[in-house]
């Protein structure tokens, strides 16, 4: 359940009040007592921001705002402020309404610190029996500064991050592929998006052999979704694609995982995920964008027939794949989708994947993993986006030495490098399949996390959906 977010035009007694301000004088609405007033000004030169004022029953939730070097951090800083905070109201109190006020009065400030709450109150409880109250019903909003349009779209845009999370988070027994597709038809029809699913005799008609390929070892059916949003007055002629890896759950097929490697390998769809989230997301918002988003789905496990190392794939557009490794089948069905969307003449393609342990041992979880080819300005672009949501940005080179190590004896490539620069290699694999310029995402460290960080909660994290929308609304 997601909280009712709502503006409010005065400040009400029977919520649990949290204050973002930077003077004391502003918060005389509270009547602060002396002894009250004099604690906040200790706090203050304590250089404590998060500041609890205890009037038993109640309480009064304060941050204090100090500005950071760089508008990027400052805007993460309030996140977590608020995220944080959130984290003491549900500790200390039995409330579950909060006010949000802004005393500060600055727009930006008070947007990103509404939307720490919002992020922060997530919880994943579909599967559980008995459910625990531990999220807010109600968040109301107190500013002069956000309008209705603004509380708008940052629920449309929690909305989308929570569907993103949600799916990441079910398992494979409960998110299969007919299930999945399923999600998709459903919110695609809820938004306005219009939505092709190809099944697997469609799937065998256009001989898109990467999918099938790693589909075999599956009693599960694969899938491409084909979603596209194409609203009159488009302010880009041709389209955006965004490719999402959607493998439901890897086992890593005859070259298995071990068990604690797989313990996570139901989030290997978090590309896919990312991608339904924000051209859902893009929809309810109504951006005047034409964006198309493209969603290869199978799980990868092993069977008697499943495919093996050694195997040659003959992809959609006919080029040839030597399987060096079966546990490197994302790129596989990514490629058999990038080379697919040729169809839309795209202005730009950016694919979204889990793609490699290398690129999270490159950085953890703190970025994500990026590459570009012929889309130097939109990666720049994209570069800002990613600070200013703070979904960041790690751009890798892509010299041409790296395809060397693709190169294949028995066909026209291998879909594994070696050991040095997996996560280049990779990209450099999936390059192959696009003239298009060309942005490689791989999202392997920051997609799901083993312990809560601030407002990105423990398991899926719904990134890159914040950076591709601000990407999208803002640059096209």
Not at 46 to 75: E, M, V, W
Not at 134 to 148: D, N, P, R
Not at 427 to 455: Q, R, W
Request: a positive charge.
């Amino acid at each position: 359940m997601k909280a009712i977010i709502s503006i409010k035009q005065k400040i009400q007694q029977n919520y649990t009040p949290l204050v973002l301000f930077k003077s004391i004088d502003a918060l005389n609405e509270f009547r602060l007592n002396k002894n009250e007033i004099q604690y906040i000004k200790q706090k203050i030169k304590d250089n404590k921001q998060q500041i609890i004022i205890n009037r038993y029953p109640n309480y009064l939730f304060l941050y204090h705002y100090k500005k950071a070097k760089t508008k990027s951090d400052d805007l993460e800083n309030l996140r977590k402020a608020a995220a944080s905070s959130l984290s003491k109201i549900l500790e200390e109190t039995k409330l579950r309404k909060v006010q949000v006020i802004d005393f500060l009065h600055e727009k930006e400030c008070f947007y990103a610190f509404t939307e720490g709450v919002i992020l922060a109150d997530y919880q994943f409880t579909q599967l559980k029996s008995k459910k625990k109250d531990e999220q807010l019903q109600e968040i109301a909003i107190y500013s002069k500064k956000l309008k209705q349009a603004d509380i708008s779209k940052l629920n449309h845009i929690a909305e989308a991050v929570y569907l993103s999370r949600d799916l990441v988070n079910l398992p494979v027994s409960a998110l299969p592929t007919p299930a999945f597709a399923k999600i998709i038809a459903e919110k695609a029809e809820e938004s306005g998006i219009k939505v092709e699913i190809f099944g697997k005799k469609k799937l065998q008609s256009l001989k898109m052999g990467g999918i099938l390929s790693v589909n075999q070892g599956s009693i599960d059916p694969p899938f491409l979704a084909c979603l596209e949003w194409k609203p009159k007055n488009t302010t880009n002629k041709k389209p955006i694609v965004l490719v999402g890896k959607g493998i439901v759950y890897d086992t890593g097929g005859l070259n298995i995982k071990t068990g604690s490697s797989m313990e996570d390998m139901k989030c290997d769809m978090a590309g896919a995920a990312a991608v339904l989230a924000t051209i859902y997301a893009i929809a309810k918002l109504q951006l005047n964008k034409y964006v198309v988003a493209l969603i290869p789905a199978t799980d990868n496990r092993l069977n008697g027939n499943a495919y093996a190392s050694g195997d040659v794939v003959k992809m959609f557009d006919g080029t040839t794949v030597e399987v060096i490794n079966t546990d490197a089948e994302g790129r596989i069905i990514l490629a058999d989708a990038l080379a697919y969307a040729k169809k839309y003449d795209p202005e730009l393609l950016i694919d979204v994947a889990t793609l490699t342990g290398a690129a999270q041992r490159a950085i953890g979880s703190y970025g994500i993993v990026a590459m570009e080819e012929k889309a130097k300005t939109p990666m720049k672009n994209l570069k800002i986006s990613g600070d200013y949501v703070y979904e960041r940005i790690a751009e890798f080179p892509f010299w041409s030495e790296y395809e060397e190590s693709l190169q294949s004896d028995i066909a026209d490539i291998k879909n594994l490098g070696g050991a040095e620069a997996g996560m280049i290699t990779a990209g450099k694999f999936l390059a192959k399949f696009t003239d298009y310029p060309y942005i490689h995402l791989d999202i392997a460290g920051p997609a799901f996390l083993s312990k809560t960080d601030s407002y990105r909660k423990k398991g899926g994290t719904g990134i890159p959906t914040r950076l591709l929308i601000d990407f999208i609304e803002k640059n096209f």
